[in-house]
Nanobody
């Protein structure tokens, strides 16, 4: 059974910060690189950041230097610290195992996501 619960979203002014959390079931968290994704209104879901089981990270160019992904392996939780937020960061944010091809997104279970809204 896959369990993904995102939290921590909200409304923030441009330049502000938010910290997202994702509680994942052990069967998906413990063996996988984990990722954060986002979907803005009218747009395709897109990759934001990933973290391997050993802690290596990678980011989309649009968030590099502003967002930081981390994971707590003891509690099956992955985080996304978002600083210097911009209006274009407004989206529903989701976590999941890292999925290389966006065409495979539809084949995977997703949680409900957490809404992030950045006002200008």
């Amino acid at each position: 059974h896959v369990h993904l619960v995102e939290s921590g979203g909200g409304l923030v002014q441009a330049g502000g910060s938010l910290r997202l959390s994702c509680a994942a079931s052990r069967n998906i968290f413990s063996i996988n690189t984990m990722g954060w994704y986002r979907q803005a209104p009218g747009k395709q879901r897109e990759f934001v950041a990933l973290i391997t089981t050993s802690g290596s990270t990678s980011y989309a160019d649009s968030v590099k230097g502003r967002f930081t992904i981390s994971r707590d392996n003891a509690n099956n939780t992955v985080y996304l610290q978002m600083n210097s937020l911009k209006p274009e960061d407004t989206a529903v944010y989701y976590c999941n195992k890292f999925i290389l091809r966006s065409s495979d997104y539809v084949r995977n279970y997703w949680g409900q996501g957490t809404q992030v809204t950045v006002s200008s």
